[in-house]
């Protein structure tokens, strides 16, 4: 989108009938790429396309080109129904000058599997599976969401999964009970006999470290672990953010930055340490999806549907920046990539940011021209759910598509839809697609007052409604619908 003469990007930066979850940014040479899963729009499970690849100037983050189709699940050997989607990848240069993508394929997260290009933007082809010095695969702990870096010469992998259940549903049993219960699960879901879960005094669950040979496939040392996982986090400085998924490493300076996804599940947080495969201690979360912690705002009053979150940190000409994805359309199959300026402090602590539709755009958004509904960085009717065992909610707002329109539906009586930020300028006619059963009005605010109301009637089909506000500065736009029936929000311009 560009307002006249301006050239403007938006959160979700990609085309909005785009899907790319579990973004990994990597600046290789004058380009910064996105490697991610890929989500079907619509879709009703995870990761269900092949990779595609992104890529922007690393001095114009406004200007995104899709590379195409960079590797397919088919090329993986052990392709097949029940193993036909690929999960978030990563990739890494060797000290050949080759590029690497590591992955691993649905169907138990019990392995690591390794495509190989001489350029970073692809077409990548199939290379192998990590594996131990006999040949046989890498299996310890739980093989899935690798992160791989190239320390100084030196490869490392970091990968590990682990179980994550809010206190609510925590099972009242004894403690022998319970450990036979997480036993019990650690055997199904991963595939692993008994023997090899009680064989490891840490638990299978958790992040570990391996370093890798020249070969990229084989690993030189038995893996580490890193981070617990919840049920092995009492007493540590992880309490409470303890490992779920996504690992992702970034070394700055001479300290070691962990970046990955919590018990929480909306949250990624991180983890620092000088050595590369111990030390490590939590230092706090950098973004929720729902702006949990931002702020002290508390998980009851998130500002968005909230389900999974992966991403990670990059540093692009000379400023930080983290890597996320959103939920869409009441579920956690189609995710959206997004991203937002962060600071690193003097004492290495990154502040939490809050989620907002500027994002790359290196400022506030103009108040004039259109934008559509879809990029509104809060939706909420006030009792927003979190996904993570239920997977789609039902009856609230969130963005949707049919045909070849991407916009907000479920708006109900107190749904609130928020833009944050814009630059405003004065006197200003705001003007909103709208239709369906609603009978009410939008009021119109800037999070402080109220700067005008429209009145919303049924409507069968799009219908523009509009209202004049004074405003100057940047503040936010926040939509907040009161009234009858239902109501479904396509775009917005200001003139």
């Not at 092949?50 to 590379?67: F, M, N, P, Q, R």
């Not at 010469?153 to 990968?159: C, D, F, K, N, S």
């Not at 929720?288 to 940190?313: A, F, Q, V």
């Not at 630059?423 to 007052?449: M, P, Q």
């Amino acid at each position: 989108m560009e307002s006249k003469h301006v050239k403007q990007i938006y959160n979700p930066f990609l085309p909005l009938d785009e899907y790319i979850p579990d973004g990994e940014p990597h600046v290789f040479g004058e380009r910064v790429y996105l490697f991610g899963s890929h989500d079907k729009e619509g879709g009703d499970a995870y990761c269900m396309l092949d990779y595609v690849g992104y890529s922007a100037l690393v001095t114009d983050l406004k200007d995104w080109k899709c590379e195409g189709t960079i590797y397919m699940a088919e090329q993986d050997p052990d392709y097949s129904a029940e193993r036909k989607y690929m999960y978030a990848p990563d990739v890494v240069q060797g000290n050949d000058g080759r590029y690497y993508l590591y992955y691993c394929l649905t169907g138990g997260q019990d392995y690591i599997s390794v495509a190989v290009c001489d350029t970073p933007a692809g077409k990548y082809q199939y290379y192998g599976k990590v594996r131990n010095k006999d040949g046989s695969r890498l299996s310890r702990f739980v093989p899935g969401d690798p992160g791989v870096i190239n320390d100084n010469g030196v490869i490392r992998l970091y990968y590990g999964w682990s179980l994550a259940l809010p206190e609510d549903r925590m099972p009242k049993v004894s403690e022998g009970e319970f450990k036979e219960q997480l036993i019990q699960a650690e055997m199904m879901m991963f595939k692993k006999s008994r023997e090899e879960v009680e064989n490891e005094p840490e638990g299978v669950m958790g992040a570990n470290v391996v370093t890798l040979e020249d070969d990229m496939l084989t690993i030189a040392s038995e893996p580490i672990r890193l981070i617990p996982g919840q049920f092995a986090a009492k007493g540590t400085s992880f309490e409470g953010h303890a490992f779920y998924e996504a690992s992702s490493i970034r070394k700055i300076g001479n300290v070691y930055y962990f970046i990955y996804s919590s018990q929480y599940n909306h949250e990624l947080c991180y983890a620092t340490s000088r050595y590369p495969d111990r030390d490590f201690v939590y230092r706090g979360t950098i973004i929720s999806g729902g702006d949990i912690g931002y702020h002290g705002r508390k998980p009851e009053d998130r500002l968005n549907l909230t389900g999974t979150n992966h991403g990670s940190i990059e540093c692009i000409n000379g400023k930080w920046y983290i890597f996320y994805h959103r939920n869409t359309h009441g579920t956690e199959f189609s995710r959206q990539a997004c991203a937002e300026p962060i600071q690193i402090l003097e004492d290495g602590t990154i502040p939490q940011v809050e989620v907002t539709s500027c994002g790359l755009n290196g400022g506030p958004l103009l108040a004039r021209g259109e934008y559509p509904a879809a990029i509104a960085c809060n939706i909420t009717n006030g009792r927003m759910p979190h996904i993570q065992f239920d997977k789609r909610a039902e009856g609230i707002p969130c963005v949707t598509h049919s045909n070849e329109e991407r916009y907000i539906t479920g708006i109900q009586d107190k749904t609130l839809i928020g833009y944050k930020y814009f630059d405003f300028t004065g006197n200003v006619h705001l003007t909103l697609k709208v239709r369906g059963s609603g009978e009410g009005k939008i009021v119109i605010s800037d999070g402080k007052k109220t700067l005008g109301e429209m009145k919303v009637c049924k409507a069968e089909n799009w219908t523009e409604i509009s209202a004049s506000i004074e405003k100057y500065g940047t503040a936010p736009l926040l939509l907040t619908y009161y009234g009858k029936g239902t109501m479904e929000f396509l775009s917005f311009s200001f003139a």
